[in-house]
C-alpha cells in the first residue's frame, strides 16, 4: 500500500472540540470502571471479540465469519452475537441477515445487551460454544477472552479526533487493551503503519488481509446469476452503498472497468423507507443508460424482497484473502479459546 498513513485532518470548530474533550472524559470514566471489572459479565463459555477503534466499516463482517469459521473447524459451536443497528419492522438487522446467510446454521444473537442475547438463545448450554462478538470492542459489559480490533489500512484513522470532532470511538491509547491487530483492505504489509500499530499496541499488526470480489450475482427477480467480475468492464452502472466506507466499492467498481454514472444516496445500515426507494427507483428508470444497480450483500438482503424485476441489481461475492499472518492469528484465537 503507498497511500501509508492519512494527512492530519484540519481543525475542527472549538465547539467540535470541546464536545471531543466531553466525549473524552466520558470514555475514560467508563473505561476505568470496566478495568476494575464494575459491570462486567460472564459467560459459561469463551468469548471472541471482533471490533475497531473507528466508526465506519472496517470490514467486520467477512472477518467474523472468517473467525467462526475457524473456530467450527476446530471443533468448536460459534453462536455470533451483534447489537443489531436500525432493524427492520420484523426485528431483524442487515448484519444479523448477513450472518445468517454466509454461516448457516450458526446462531445469531441479537440485541444491545448482547449477554443476555446470547442467554436468550439457551447458549451456551452446548459444549464447546464459543460466542463471536461482532462490534464487540466497545461492548465491554461482557467479558471477552480475545480481543481483535481491526484497522483499516486503506484509511487507519490513527491520528484522528475522538467523535465528534473525528472519527476515533474511544482514545488510540485503547488499541493497547487488544490481544491482536489485523489490518483489513491491505494490499500488502506497509511498514509505516506495522510501526504506527506497534507504537501505541506494543507489537505490528498480527495479520494483514483484504477484501477480493470473487465472482458477481446478477438478480432479475428471483434469479440469480453467477459472472465474472469482468462482467462490469464498460458497465454503466448505479451504485446504492448502504455501508461505512462505500468509497472501497466504488474504487473496485472503477478498477474493474465499471462506469459510475449515478450514487444514489444512502446511509450506514439503511432501512430502505419504501417512498424514498421509490425516488431511487425513478432515477434509475429515468437514465436509459444505466445497465444495472450495484449493491452491497448488505443492501440486498434488506432489497431483494421489493427490488422490481425491470432493474438488474448486481452484487459482489466477497472473500478475505489473507497477505500475512492468518495462520499465527488463527492460533492465537484458538490459544485463547482453549484456555478458558
Not at 499496541?201 to 446469476?225: F, I, M, N, Q, Y
Not at 462506469?259 to 429515468?286: F, G, I, K, Q, T
Not at 438488474?312 to 488463527?330: I, K
Request: hydrophobic share 45%.
Amino acid at each position: 500500500m503507498s497511500e501509508g498513513l492519512p494527512l492530519p485532518v484540519p481543525l475542527p470548530s472549538p465547539l467540535l472540540r470541546w464536545a471531543s474533550a466531553c466525549y473524552r472524559v466520558g470514555v475514560g470514566w467508563r473505561n476505568r470502571r470496566f478495568d476494575r471489572g464494575v459491570g462486567v459479565r460472564r459467560l459459561a463459555c469463551p468469548v471472541v471479540s471482533v471490533g475497531n477503534l473507528s466508526v465506519g466499516g472496517t470490514g467486520k463482517t467477512p472477518v467474523v465469519a472468517w473467525v467462526a469459521r475457524s473456530l467450527a473447524a476446530s471443533g468448536w459451536r460459534p453462536v455470533v452475537a451483534l447489537r443489531g443497528y436500525r432493524p427492520d419492522a420484523s426485528g431483524r438487522s442487515d448484519e444479523a441477515m448477513l450472518h445468517a446467510d454466509a454461516l448457516p446454521g450458526t446462531p445469531v444473537a441479537v440485541g444491545a445487551d448482547r449477554h443476555a442475547a446470547v442467554l436468550a438463545l439457551g447458549e451456551p448450554r452446548t459444549p464447546r460454544t464459543v460466542v463471536v462478538l461482532d462490534d464487540g470492542f466497545q461492548h465491554r459489559r461482557l467479558h471477552r477472552d480475545f480481543d481483535l480490533v481491526l484497522v483499516d489500512a486503506s484509511r487507519p484513522d490513527l491520528d484522528d479526533r475522538l467523535l465528534p470532532a473525528g472519527r476515533l470511538r474511544e482514545p488510540l491509547a485503547s488499541l493497547a487493551r487488544a490481544d491482536a491487530v489485523l489490518a483489513t483492505r491491505a494490499e500488502n504489509v506497509d511498514d509505516r503503519l506495522a510501526a504506527a500499530v506497534s507504537a501505541v499496541h506494543g507489537r505490528p499488526p498480527t495479520a494483514w488481509c483484504r477484501h477480493v470480489w470473487t465472482s458477481l450475482s446478477r438478480w432479475r427477480g428471483d434469479r440469480r446469476e453467477s459472472t465474472p467480475t469482468t462482467w462490469l468492464s464498460g458497465r454503466r452502472v448505479a451504485t446504492l452503498l448502504g455501508v461505512g466506507h462505500p468509497e472501497s466499492i466504488r474504487s473496485e467498481i472503477a478498477r474493474l472497468g465499471g462506469v459510475e454514472v449515478l450514487a444514489l444516496p444512502a446511509r450506514d445500515h439503511d432501512a430502505y423507507e419504501p417512498s424514498r426507494l421509490e425516488r431511487m427507483l425513478e432515477r434509475c428508470r429515468a437514465d436509459a443508460s444505466i445497465e444495472a444497480v450495484v449493491a452491497t450483500a448488505k443492501d440486498w438482503v434488506k432489497l431483494r424482497s421489493r427490488w422490481p424485476r425491470d432493474l438488474e441489481m448486481v452484487v459482489p461475492e466477497l472473500d478475505l484473502r489473507f497477505e500475512a499472518g492468518e495462520a499465527a492469528l488463527r492460533a492465537a484465537i484458538l490459544r485463547a479459546v482453549e484456555a478458558v
